[in-house]
Protein backbone atom coordinates (compact mmCIF):
# COMPACT_ATOMS: atom_id res chain seq x y z
CA UNK A 1 0.00 0.00 0.00
CA UNK A 2 1.29 3.28 -0.98
CA UNK A 3 0.68 6.36 0.89
CA UNK A 4 -1.98 8.53 -0.60
CA UNK A 5 -2.22 12.62 -0.88
CA UNK A 6 -4.09 15.27 -2.77
CA UNK A 7 -5.58 18.18 -2.37
CA UNK A 8 -9.60 18.29 -1.41
CA UNK A 9 -10.87 22.02 -2.33
CA UNK A 10 -13.92 23.42 -1.40
CA UNK A 11 -15.29 24.00 -4.27
CA UNK A 12 -17.08 21.98 -7.52
CA UNK A 13 -14.45 21.64 -9.89
CA UNK A 14 -12.45 18.63 -10.46
CA UNK A 15 -9.63 18.35 -7.81
CA UNK A 16 -5.90 17.88 -9.12
CA UNK A 17 -4.09 14.95 -7.25
CA UNK A 18 -0.51 16.62 -6.48
CA UNK A 19 1.91 14.96 -8.71
CA UNK A 20 5.64 13.96 -7.00
CA UNK A 21 6.31 13.99 -3.39
CA UNK A 22 5.19 10.11 -3.46
CA UNK A 23 7.33 9.02 -0.42
CA UNK A 24 7.86 5.24 0.06
CA UNK A 25 5.40 4.38 1.89
CA UNK A 26 5.51 -0.17 1.73
CA UNK A 27 2.97 -1.53 4.26
CA UNK A 28 3.50 -2.90 6.93
CA UNK A 29 1.10 -5.86 5.99
CA UNK A 30 3.06 -8.76 4.00
CA UNK A 31 0.79 -10.08 1.02
CA UNK A 32 -1.90 -12.40 2.57
CA UNK A 33 -1.92 -16.14 1.80
CA UNK A 34 -4.81 -17.22 0.12
CA UNK A 35 -6.14 -20.89 -0.21
CA UNK A 36 -6.57 -22.36 -3.82
CA UNK A 37 -9.48 -24.57 -4.18
CA UNK A 38 -10.47 -26.58 -6.97
CA UNK A 39 -13.95 -28.22 -8.61
CA UNK A 40 -17.45 -26.94 -8.16
CA UNK A 41 -16.80 -26.07 -4.56
CA UNK A 42 -14.10 -23.19 -5.11
CA UNK A 43 -17.36 -20.74 -5.56
CA UNK A 44 -18.97 -21.00 -2.60
CA UNK A 45 -16.00 -21.40 -0.08
CA UNK A 46 -14.55 -18.57 -1.46
CA UNK A 47 -16.98 -16.53 -0.87
CA UNK A 48 -17.59 -18.17 3.16
CA UNK A 49 -13.85 -17.42 3.29
CA UNK A 50 -14.50 -13.66 2.62
CA UNK A 51 -17.11 -13.63 5.24
CA UNK A 52 -15.23 -14.73 7.30
CA UNK A 53 -11.98 -12.34 6.60
CA UNK A 54 -14.82 -9.22 6.96
CA UNK A 55 -16.25 -10.37 10.74
CA UNK A 56 -12.76 -10.64 11.80
CA UNK A 57 -11.53 -7.46 10.23
CA UNK A 58 -14.69 -5.87 11.62
CA UNK A 59 -14.43 -7.50 15.16
CA UNK A 60 -10.98 -6.26 15.45
CA UNK A 61 -11.76 -3.08 13.75
CA UNK A 62 -14.27 -1.97 16.12
CA UNK A 63 -13.86 -3.63 19.45
CA UNK A 64 -14.64 -1.09 22.20
CA UNK A 65 -11.21 -1.25 23.94
CA UNK A 66 -9.50 0.02 20.72
CA UNK A 67 -8.73 3.97 20.77
CA UNK A 68 -6.81 6.13 18.93
CA UNK A 69 -4.02 4.27 17.30
CA UNK A 70 -2.11 7.39 15.28
CA UNK A 71 -0.67 9.83 17.34
CA UNK A 72 1.96 12.84 16.53
CA UNK A 73 4.37 13.70 19.15
CA UNK A 74 8.34 13.81 19.17
CA UNK A 75 11.60 12.51 19.56
CA UNK A 76 14.63 13.97 21.62
CA UNK A 77 17.33 15.01 19.51
CA UNK A 78 20.82 13.46 20.61
CA UNK A 79 24.21 15.53 19.86
CA UNK A 80 25.68 12.15 19.81
CA UNK A 81 24.50 8.68 21.04
CA UNK A 82 24.33 9.11 24.58
CA UNK A 83 24.02 12.93 25.04
CA UNK A 84 20.81 14.85 24.69
CA UNK A 85 21.04 17.72 22.58
CA UNK A 86 19.17 20.11 24.87
CA UNK A 87 15.18 20.31 24.65
CA UNK A 88 15.46 19.85 20.51
CA UNK A 89 12.91 17.91 19.20
CA UNK A 90 11.93 16.05 15.77
CA UNK A 91 8.82 15.59 14.93
CA UNK A 92 7.07 12.14 14.60
CA UNK A 93 4.17 10.10 13.55
CA UNK A 94 3.47 6.48 15.34
CA UNK A 95 1.10 4.38 14.25
CA UNK A 96 -0.02 0.59 15.03
CA UNK A 97 1.23 -1.76 12.59
CA UNK A 98 2.02 -5.25 11.76
CA UNK A 99 -0.36 -7.88 10.53
CA UNK A 100 -2.76 -7.95 13.22
CA UNK A 101 -1.66 -4.66 14.69
CA UNK A 102 0.77 -5.76 17.02
CA UNK A 103 3.81 -3.17 17.20
CA UNK A 104 3.81 0.11 16.69
CA UNK A 105 5.83 2.22 13.59
CA UNK A 106 7.37 5.64 14.00
CA UNK A 107 8.28 7.52 11.41
CA UNK A 108 9.75 11.15 10.75
CA UNK A 109 7.74 14.12 10.33
CA UNK A 110 8.98 15.64 6.47
CA UNK A 111 8.51 18.26 4.02
CA UNK A 112 6.70 17.98 0.76
CA UNK A 113 6.02 20.60 -1.91
CA UNK A 114 2.10 20.63 -3.28
CA UNK A 115 0.36 22.77 -5.66
CA UNK A 116 -2.70 24.66 -4.41
CA UNK A 117 -4.76 27.59 -5.71
CA UNK A 118 -5.46 31.28 -3.99
CA UNK A 119 -8.72 33.11 -3.95
CA UNK A 120 -7.55 34.83 -7.15
CA UNK A 121 -7.44 31.31 -8.90
CA UNK A 122 -3.79 31.46 -8.98
CA UNK A 123 -1.72 27.88 -8.32
CA UNK A 124 1.21 28.49 -4.97
CA UNK A 125 3.61 26.08 -4.28
CA UNK A 126 3.90 25.41 -0.90
CA UNK A 127 5.78 22.97 1.62
CA UNK A 128 3.52 21.52 4.05
CA UNK A 129 4.47 18.54 6.75
CA UNK A 130 4.14 15.01 5.82
CA UNK A 131 4.71 11.65 7.04
CA UNK A 132 7.82 9.91 5.91
CA UNK A 133 9.86 6.70 5.84
CA UNK A 134 12.53 8.73 6.42
CA UNK A 135 14.31 7.05 9.81
CA UNK A 136 11.47 4.44 9.90
CA UNK A 137 11.65 2.08 12.84
CA UNK A 138 9.29 -0.35 15.00
CA UNK A 139 8.60 -1.58 18.33
CA UNK A 140 6.88 -4.97 18.87
CA UNK A 141 5.73 -6.07 22.47
CA UNK A 142 4.79 -9.46 23.61
CA UNK A 143 2.60 -10.15 20.55
CA UNK A 144 -0.62 -8.16 21.60
CA UNK A 145 -2.49 -5.90 19.57
CA UNK A 146 -2.12 -2.46 20.37
CA UNK A 147 -5.21 -0.68 21.68
CA UNK A 148 -4.25 2.59 22.12
CA UNK A 149 -1.13 5.53 21.52
CA UNK A 150 -0.86 8.86 22.93
CA UNK A 151 1.88 11.19 23.60
CA UNK A 152 1.74 13.92 26.44
CA UNK A 153 1.81 16.56 23.94
CA UNK A 154 2.28 16.75 20.29
CA UNK A 155 5.04 19.63 20.14
CA UNK A 156 7.75 20.88 22.76
CA UNK A 157 9.56 18.53 25.30
CA UNK A 158 6.72 17.02 26.75
CA UNK A 159 5.56 15.74 23.37
CA UNK A 160 8.99 13.08 24.13
CA UNK A 161 6.95 10.95 26.45
CA UNK A 162 4.80 8.10 25.00
CA UNK A 163 2.43 5.44 26.01
CA UNK A 164 1.19 2.58 23.87
CA UNK A 165 -1.52 0.10 25.57
CA UNK A 166 -1.91 -3.59 25.35
CA UNK A 167 -3.89 -6.39 26.72
CA UNK A 168 -1.56 -6.83 29.74
CA UNK A 169 0.33 -4.40 30.29
CA UNK A 170 0.90 -0.13 29.39
CA UNK A 171 4.41 0.73 27.83
CA UNK A 172 6.14 3.98 28.37
CA UNK A 173 8.59 5.39 25.58
CA UNK A 174 10.86 8.42 24.87
CA UNK A 175 11.74 8.27 21.41
CA UNK A 176 15.00 9.23 20.55
CA UNK A 177 16.81 11.00 17.47
CA UNK A 178 20.41 9.14 16.75
CA UNK A 179 22.81 10.56 15.21
CA UNK A 180 23.84 7.10 13.79
CA UNK A 181 21.45 4.31 12.65
CA UNK A 182 20.70 2.07 15.80
CA UNK A 183 18.57 -1.73 15.21
CA UNK A 184 14.94 -1.52 16.03
CA UNK A 185 13.53 -2.81 19.75
CA UNK A 186 11.53 -6.11 20.22
CA UNK A 187 10.07 -7.38 23.25
CA UNK A 188 9.21 -10.77 20.98
CA UNK A 189 11.76 -12.76 18.92
CA UNK A 190 9.51 -12.63 15.90
CA UNK A 191 11.35 -12.94 12.24
CA UNK A 192 9.52 -9.79 11.50
CA UNK A 193 10.83 -7.16 14.20
CA UNK A 194 14.21 -8.91 13.17
CA UNK A 195 13.63 -8.06 9.54
CA UNK A 196 13.66 -3.81 10.18
CA UNK A 197 16.69 -2.10 9.35
CA UNK A 198 18.46 0.03 11.78
CA UNK A 199 17.36 3.54 11.68
CA UNK A 200 18.21 6.73 13.56
CA UNK A 201 15.09 6.21 15.48
CA UNK A 202 14.70 4.47 18.62
CA UNK A 203 11.29 3.65 20.25
CA UNK A 204 13.42 3.53 23.72
CA UNK A 205 11.24 1.79 25.76
CA UNK A 206 11.74 3.10 29.63
CA UNK A 207 9.30 1.58 31.59
CA UNK A 208 6.48 -1.13 31.50
CA UNK A 209 3.10 -1.16 34.20
CA UNK A 210 1.43 -4.54 33.95
CA UNK A 211 -2.06 -5.33 34.79
CA UNK A 212 -0.65 -7.64 37.52
CA UNK A 213 0.39 -4.00 39.43
CA UNK A 214 -3.35 -2.12 38.56
CA UNK A 215 -5.73 -4.71 39.84
CA UNK A 216 -5.23 -7.69 37.35
CA UNK A 217 -7.64 -6.30 34.63
CA UNK A 218 -7.18 -5.24 31.33
CA UNK A 219 -6.38 -1.05 31.22
CA UNK A 220 -8.96 0.98 29.33
CA UNK A 221 -7.39 3.97 28.91
CA UNK A 222 -4.62 6.17 29.46
CA UNK A 223 -3.79 10.08 29.89
CA UNK A 224 -0.68 12.35 30.18
CA UNK A 225 -0.95 14.91 33.07
CA UNK A 226 -0.79 18.27 31.07
CA UNK A 227 1.58 20.36 32.45
CA UNK A 228 3.80 17.61 34.31
CA UNK A 229 4.68 14.57 31.60
CA UNK A 230 6.55 12.48 34.23
CA UNK A 231 2.69 12.12 35.69
CA UNK A 232 0.07 10.03 34.00
CA UNK A 233 -3.11 8.11 34.60
CA UNK A 234 -4.67 4.65 34.32
CA UNK A 235 -8.21 3.31 34.42
CA UNK A 236 -9.05 -0.33 33.92
CA UNK A 237 -11.83 -2.18 32.75
CA UNK A 238 -13.70 -2.60 35.88
CA UNK A 239 -12.92 1.29 36.83
CA UNK A 240 -10.12 0.65 38.82
CA UNK A 241 -7.96 3.78 38.60
CA UNK A 242 -4.61 5.39 39.54
CA UNK A 243 -1.98 7.65 38.96
CA UNK A 244 2.01 7.24 38.83
CA UNK A 245 4.78 9.42 38.72
CA UNK A 246 7.88 8.78 36.40
CA UNK A 247 11.27 9.40 38.13
CA UNK A 248 14.74 8.71 36.63
CA UNK A 249 17.11 9.79 33.90
CA UNK A 250 19.05 8.16 30.50
CA UNK A 251 22.29 7.24 31.49
CA UNK A 252 25.45 6.99 29.50
CA UNK A 253 26.24 3.85 31.13
CA UNK A 254 23.35 2.17 31.29
CA UNK A 255 20.30 2.23 29.04
CA UNK A 256 17.55 3.64 30.92
CA UNK A 257 17.62 4.45 34.70
CA UNK A 258 14.23 5.14 34.96
CA UNK A 259 11.62 4.07 37.93
CA UNK A 260 7.54 4.58 38.37
CA UNK A 261 5.85 5.13 41.34
CA UNK A 262 2.08 4.79 42.53
CA UNK A 263 0.67 8.33 43.73
CA UNK A 264 -3.06 7.71 44.16
CA UNK A 265 -6.10 5.22 43.15
CA UNK A 266 -9.07 4.57 43.08
CA UNK A 267 -12.63 3.31 41.42
CA UNK A 268 -15.48 4.37 39.29
CA UNK A 269 -18.05 2.36 40.51
CA UNK A 270 -20.88 1.41 37.54
CA UNK A 271 -23.54 0.93 40.07
CA UNK A 272 -24.99 3.82 42.49
CA UNK A 273 -25.17 1.74 46.02
CA UNK A 274 -21.77 -0.06 47.11
CA UNK A 275 -23.29 -3.52 46.52
CA UNK A 276 -22.52 -4.94 43.30
CA UNK A 277 -25.41 -5.56 41.52
CA UNK A 278 -26.50 -9.43 40.52
CA UNK A 279 -26.06 -8.78 36.93
CA UNK A 280 -23.33 -10.74 35.00
CA UNK A 281 -21.81 -7.65 33.60
CA UNK A 282 -22.05 -4.64 35.38
CA UNK A 283 -19.25 -2.81 33.88
CA UNK A 284 -21.18 -3.11 30.24
CA UNK A 285 -18.86 -3.49 27.78
CA UNK A 286 -15.55 -2.72 29.83
CA UNK A 287 -15.54 0.92 28.49
CA UNK A 288 -13.40 3.42 29.99
CA UNK A 289 -11.96 6.85 30.06
CA UNK A 290 -10.02 9.20 31.95
CA UNK A 291 -8.65 12.70 31.28
CA UNK A 292 -6.54 15.72 33.72
CA UNK A 293 -8.82 18.75 33.51
CA UNK A 294 -8.58 22.24 35.19
CA UNK A 295 -10.59 23.82 37.63
CA UNK A 296 -10.87 27.48 38.39
CA UNK A 297 -7.82 28.67 39.75
CA UNK A 298 -5.29 26.86 37.22
CA UNK A 299 -4.62 23.33 39.25
CA UNK A 300 -4.75 20.72 36.71
CA UNK A 301 -4.85 17.82 38.97
CA UNK A 302 -7.94 16.98 38.93
CA UNK A 303 -9.19 13.81 36.97
CA UNK A 304 -12.55 13.28 34.94
CA UNK A 305 -13.45 10.05 34.92
CA UNK A 306 -16.30 8.32 32.87
CA UNK A 307 -17.66 4.79 31.59
CA UNK A 308 -20.88 4.27 29.79
CA UNK A 309 -23.51 5.58 32.08
CA UNK A 310 -21.17 7.67 34.85
CA UNK A 311 -19.10 10.23 34.36
CA UNK A 312 -17.50 11.54 37.72
CA UNK A 313 -14.54 14.38 38.92
CA UNK A 314 -12.48 13.73 41.36
CA UNK A 315 -10.36 16.49 42.92
CA UNK A 316 -7.50 15.41 44.72
CA UNK A 317 -7.13 18.34 46.94
CA UNK A 318 -9.72 18.02 48.87
CA UNK A 319 -10.35 14.22 47.66
CA UNK A 320 -14.19 14.54 46.72
CA UNK A 321 -16.18 12.78 43.89
CA UNK A 322 -18.20 15.44 41.89
CA UNK A 323 -21.39 13.71 39.77
CA UNK A 324 -21.56 15.08 35.87
CA UNK A 325 -25.40 14.96 35.03
CA UNK A 326 -25.30 14.11 31.27
CA UNK A 327 -28.61 13.84 30.28
CA UNK A 328 -28.78 10.24 29.62
CA UNK A 329 -31.69 9.49 31.34
CA UNK A 330 -32.81 5.78 32.28
CA UNK A 331 -30.51 3.49 31.54
CA UNK A 332 -34.05 1.53 29.57
CA UNK A 333 -33.09 4.46 26.96
CA UNK A 334 -29.69 3.08 26.45
CA UNK A 335 -28.12 6.38 25.82
CA UNK A 336 -24.01 5.61 26.80
CA UNK A 337 -21.32 8.16 26.96
CA UNK A 338 -18.69 7.42 23.57
CA UNK A 339 -16.31 9.37 23.91
CA UNK A 340 -14.19 12.08 25.98
CA UNK A 341 -11.85 14.81 24.49
CA UNK A 342 -9.71 17.31 26.79
CA UNK A 343 -9.10 20.40 25.46
CA UNK A 344 -5.63 21.77 24.48
CA UNK A 345 -6.40 25.51 24.41
CA UNK A 346 -8.81 25.63 26.93
CA UNK A 347 -7.68 23.21 29.57
CA UNK A 348 -10.68 23.08 31.32
CA UNK A 349 -13.49 22.71 28.98
CA UNK A 350 -14.02 18.70 28.14
CA UNK A 351 -15.96 17.77 24.73
CA UNK A 352 -18.15 14.55 25.87
CA UNK A 353 -19.85 12.45 23.08
CA UNK A 354 -23.06 10.31 24.11
CA UNK A 355 -25.35 8.32 21.82
CA UNK A 356 -27.18 11.10 21.27
CA UNK A 357 -25.21 14.18 22.05
CA UNK A 358 -21.96 16.25 21.47
CA UNK A 359 -21.59 18.98 24.85
CA UNK A 360 -18.67 20.72 25.87
CA UNK A 361 -18.38 20.53 29.66
CA UNK A 362 -16.53 23.17 31.78
CA UNK A 363 -14.83 21.98 35.23
CA UNK A 364 -13.71 26.18 36.14
CA UNK A 365 -16.50 27.61 38.15
CA UNK A 366 -14.75 31.35 35.97
CA UNK A 367 -16.58 29.76 33.01
CA UNK A 368 -19.83 29.91 34.15
CA UNK A 369 -20.21 33.06 36.63
CA UNK A 370 -22.10 34.69 33.87
CA UNK A 371 -24.44 32.01 33.32
CA UNK A 372 -27.67 32.37 34.96
CA UNK A 373 -28.78 29.10 36.18
CA UNK A 374 -25.41 27.12 36.06
CA UNK A 375 -24.86 24.31 37.82
CA UNK A 376 -21.44 23.14 38.74
CA UNK A 377 -19.74 21.67 35.76
CA UNK A 378 -21.96 23.30 33.44
CA UNK A 379 -22.83 22.61 29.96
CA UNK A 380 -21.43 25.39 27.59
CA UNK A 381 -22.58 23.76 24.21
CA UNK A 382 -24.30 21.43 23.35
CA UNK A 383 -25.60 19.54 19.57
CA UNK A 384 -28.21 16.73 19.15
CA UNK A 385 -26.10 14.92 16.32
CA UNK A 386 -28.63 12.39 14.70
CA UNK A 387 -26.69 9.50 14.26
CA UNK A 388 -27.48 6.17 15.29
CA UNK A 389 -28.06 5.00 18.51
CA UNK A 390 -27.09 1.62 18.05
CA UNK A 391 -23.17 2.90 16.56
CA UNK A 392 -20.85 2.77 19.46
CA UNK A 393 -18.00 3.06 17.48
CA UNK A 394 -19.22 7.09 16.91
CA UNK A 395 -15.93 9.03 18.20
CA UNK A 396 -14.38 12.56 18.34
CA UNK A 397 -11.43 14.28 16.84
CA UNK A 398 -10.97 17.70 18.06
CA UNK A 399 -8.96 20.25 16.00
CA UNK A 400 -8.03 23.55 17.61
CA UNK A 401 -6.42 26.75 16.09
CA UNK A 402 -5.68 30.06 17.23
CA UNK A 403 -6.80 32.42 15.06
CA UNK A 404 -6.74 36.46 16.22
CA UNK A 405 -5.77 38.00 19.75
CA UNK A 406 -8.22 40.63 21.11
CA UNK A 407 -8.54 43.03 23.97
CA UNK A 408 -10.72 43.76 26.67
CA UNK A 409 -11.56 47.18 27.81
CA UNK A 410 -12.52 48.72 31.08
CA UNK A 411 -15.10 51.35 31.00
CA UNK A 412 -12.11 53.94 31.03
CA UNK A 413 -11.11 52.25 27.90
CA UNK A 414 -8.29 50.98 29.24
CA UNK A 415 -6.73 47.60 27.86
CA UNK A 416 -7.07 45.20 30.59
CA UNK A 417 -5.06 42.04 28.53
CA UNK A 418 -4.84 40.46 25.63
CA UNK A 419 -7.05 37.38 24.65
CA UNK A 420 -6.65 35.00 21.96
CA UNK A 421 -9.69 33.99 19.48
CA UNK A 422 -9.68 30.31 19.09
CA UNK A 423 -11.85 28.45 16.59
CA UNK A 424 -12.34 24.67 17.39
CA UNK A 425 -13.78 21.96 15.27
CA UNK A 426 -15.35 19.19 16.53
CA UNK A 427 -15.12 15.71 13.79
CA UNK A 428 -17.62 13.44 14.63
CA UNK A 429 -16.94 10.10 12.89
CA UNK A 430 -17.75 6.36 12.96
CA UNK A 431 -15.53 3.38 12.09
CA UNK A 432 -18.27 1.11 10.22
CA UNK A 433 -19.33 3.88 7.98
CA UNK A 434 -18.01 7.12 6.05
CA UNK A 435 -19.94 9.50 7.45
CA UNK A 436 -18.19 12.65 8.96
CA UNK A 437 -20.34 15.49 10.82
CA UNK A 438 -18.06 18.68 11.65
CA UNK A 439 -19.29 21.37 14.25
CA UNK A 440 -17.03 24.64 15.06
CA UNK A 441 -16.98 26.17 17.61
CA UNK A 442 -14.94 30.08 17.95
CA UNK A 443 -14.66 31.86 21.36
CA UNK A 444 -15.39 35.91 20.48
CA UNK A 445 -13.27 38.91 23.08
CA UNK A 446 -14.56 38.72 26.79
CA UNK A 447 -13.87 36.71 29.33
CA UNK A 448 -14.74 33.58 30.15
CA UNK A 449 -14.42 32.46 26.73
CA UNK A 450 -17.70 31.20 26.50
CA UNK A 451 -18.24 28.76 22.77
CA UNK A 452 -20.27 29.71 20.34
CA UNK A 453 -21.77 27.88 17.94
CA UNK A 454 -20.52 29.38 14.56
CA UNK A 455 -21.73 27.87 11.49
CA UNK A 456 -24.25 25.00 11.17
CA UNK A 457 -23.03 21.44 10.86
CA UNK A 458 -20.95 20.24 7.59
CA UNK A 459 -20.70 16.72 6.01
CA UNK A 460 -17.34 15.33 4.87
CA UNK A 461 -17.58 11.74 3.59
CA UNK A 462 -14.76 9.88 3.45
CA UNK A 463 -15.76 7.41 0.72
CA UNK A 464 -15.67 10.80 -1.48
CA UNK A 465 -12.48 11.51 -0.51
CA UNK A 466 -10.99 8.15 -1.03
CA UNK A 467 -12.57 7.91 -4.43
CA UNK A 468 -10.79 11.24 -5.85
CA UNK A 469 -7.51 9.60 -3.90
CA UNK A 470 -8.16 6.83 -6.48
CA UNK A 471 -8.41 4.19 -3.70
CA UNK A 472 -10.29 0.91 -4.96
CA UNK A 473 -11.72 -0.06 -1.87
CA UNK A 474 -14.03 3.20 -1.26
CA UNK A 475 -15.84 1.15 1.43
CA UNK A 476 -12.69 1.40 3.94
CA UNK A 477 -13.55 3.32 6.99
CA UNK A 478 -10.37 4.23 9.58
CA UNK A 479 -9.78 2.97 12.60
CA UNK A 480 -8.12 6.55 13.60
CA UNK A 481 -9.41 9.58 11.99
CA UNK A 482 -7.03 13.21 13.33
CA UNK A 483 -7.13 16.63 11.63
CA UNK A 484 -3.96 19.30 11.92
CA UNK A 485 -3.84 22.71 11.03
CA UNK A 486 -0.83 23.44 8.78
CA UNK A 487 0.81 27.05 8.79
CA UNK A 488 2.05 28.24 5.41
CA UNK A 489 2.97 31.48 4.19
CA UNK A 490 2.39 32.44 0.49
CA UNK A 491 6.20 32.81 -1.44
CA UNK A 492 5.17 35.76 -3.70
CA UNK A 493 6.66 38.85 -5.03
CA UNK A 494 4.76 40.48 -1.65
CA UNK A 495 5.83 38.58 1.29
CA UNK A 496 4.08 40.28 3.42
CA UNK A 497 0.62 39.55 2.09
CA UNK A 498 -1.04 36.66 4.01
CA UNK A 499 -2.03 33.31 2.12
CA UNK A 500 -5.70 33.63 1.90
CA UNK A 501 -6.33 29.93 2.59
CA UNK A 502 -6.90 27.90 4.93
CA UNK A 503 -4.76 24.58 4.91
CA UNK A 504 -5.65 21.06 7.08
CA UNK A 505 -4.78 17.85 6.99
CA UNK A 506 -6.97 14.50 7.44
CA UNK A 507 -5.09 11.77 8.95
CA UNK A 508 -6.42 8.29 8.60
CA UNK A 509 -5.17 5.19 9.63
CA UNK A 510 -6.93 2.25 7.62
CA UNK A 511 -8.01 -1.00 8.78
CA UNK A 512 -4.95 -2.65 6.99
CA UNK A 513 -2.62 -0.48 9.24
CA UNK A 514 -1.66 1.91 6.06
CA UNK A 515 -1.72 5.61 6.54
CA UNK A 516 -3.74 7.71 4.87
CA UNK A 517 -3.23 11.58 4.06
CA UNK A 518 -5.51 14.42 2.38
CA UNK A 519 -5.25 17.95 1.90
CA UNK A 520 -8.05 20.37 3.03
CA UNK A 521 -8.52 23.33 1.08
CA UNK A 522 -10.63 26.45 2.28
CA UNK A 523 -10.80 30.41 2.90
CA UNK A 524 -10.21 31.83 5.90
CA UNK A 525 -13.92 32.84 6.35
CA UNK A 526 -15.17 29.10 6.22
CA UNK A 527 -13.41 25.59 7.55
CA UNK A 528 -13.71 23.44 4.33
CA UNK A 529 -15.27 20.26 5.15
CA UNK A 530 -17.81 19.04 3.03
CA UNK A 531 -18.84 20.37 -0.70
Request: a negative charge.
Amino acid sequence: TVKRETVYENSTKDNEIVPGARNGWGSSCGPSARSVHLGLASAPIKEEESLSDAIITSLGQHHPHCSDRLAFGGASWLSDNHVLSGNATVPIAVFASGVNGESITLAQIGRDRVTVTDKNDEKVALEIPTITSNSETSWTGNGEVVQQICFAATSGQRSTRMAARLLSSTTIFHPLFHKTPVPAVSQSNTSASSAVQASLLDANPILTIPVSRTGGYPHADISFHPVSYDLLALIDQHGNWSTWRIDGKRSVTARTLFSIQLVNTGKLYTWQSMRRPLQADPYHDGWHKVCWVTDGDGNSDSLFFANRRTAVIHAPIDGEKYSVSLGLGQSSEAQWILDIKGSALHPSWIFVLTSTRVLCISTAETDRRDMPGANSHAILCSWQHFRSRQDITLSLTILETVHGTGQEFSAGKEVLRLICLTATVILLWSRINAIVNAYRVNTPVGHPPFPLSWVEPSLLEISDVCARLGVQDETQTPLTLLMRPIQVQRPSKVPDEPLALSLHKLFMLQADHSVSEVLLQGTNELFAVGG
